[in-house]
């Protein structure tokens, strides 16, 4: 499958995520890198393993602040430059319009971010487009029409279970097999409570074509060794 890190953006640096309680997550500490700056900590994770895609959650967007649009940029600038599947809250036409035209970007439209389906309605063909389908403790947060209804779906979706983002508790296996029944021929990928090689083989068994990573890297609990007899770029 393929292993994407995670990074949280909040302020200009990254952030530990913890259970989706966003008013929570303060700026990483990890051995990977020196300090909690984006480009430090992607380079501190390709010391790991050569990854060719980051997963952005640019968190004052999606909370409706001003975009870390900056950080983005030299995260794209960097040497093998990554392709970049980023969140940023988008619920307007003009906005994935304009984040379709960056280079190496490839836009997510979170559940969460939007009142309706008229967002998927308009883009859920285009190649490059990512719904992540966002679950809260409380559960579906989103119209339940794009939960429900697989025509809105792109390629490419992601099942976020933010409760578990952080846990260490496992990934939600039943979530993910029953949205993986109804996907068809779609790419669903993993997001939330991955700990370790056997939660990501047992993904794989399932059918799962990727998962989003982000304390198995940092903690260690995923090796360089492991990584590559694991990941498919």
């Known amino acids: 499958m393929k292993i994407i890190p995670v990074l949280d953006i909040k302020g200009g640096q990254v952030v530990r995520a913890e259970g989706g309680r966003r008013d929570r997550y303060l700026p990483i500490s990890t051995p990977l890198s020196p ?6 900590v992607a380079n501190g994770l390709r010391s790991l393993h050569p990854f060719s895609t980051f997963y952005i959650a640019d968190l004052d967007a999606i909370e409706g602040r001003a ?15 990554p392709e970049l599947w980023v969140d940023a809250g988008f619920s307007i036409e003009e906005d994935v319009a304009e984040a379709l035209k960056r280079p190496r970007t490839r ?11 008229r967002l998927l309605r308009r883009f859920c063909r285009h190649p490059d487009i990512i719904l992540s389908l966002d679950f809260f403790g409380e559960g579906f947060r989103g119209p339940p ?32 097999s029953e949205v993986k ?3 068809s021929d779609r790419a669903i990928i993993a997001a939330g409570g991955i700990r370790h090689e056997d939660d990501l083989r047992q993904l794989a068994q399932l ?3 990727g998962a989003l990573v982000a304390t198995a890297l940092h903690g ?7 990584l590559v007899g694991l990941d498919r770029q």
């Open 35 to 40: 300090d909690s700056d984006p480009v430090s």
């Open 67 to 81: 975009s870390n649009r900056e950080a983005l940029e030299k995260l794209v600038d960097m040497p093998s430059s």
């Open 107 to 117: 836009p997510v439209i979170g559940s969460e971010s939007q009142q309706d389906e």
């Open 145 to 176: 029409v794009l939960l429900s209804d697989t025509t809105f779906w792109p390629d490419t979706v992601i099942v976020m279970t933010l409760a578990k983002v952080g846990s260490g508790s496992g990934p939600d296996f039943s979530r993910l």
């Open 181 to 183: 029944s109804r996907a």
């Open 207 to 209: 059918g799962i074509a």
């Open 220 to 226: 260690g609990a995923l090796s360089p060794s492991q």
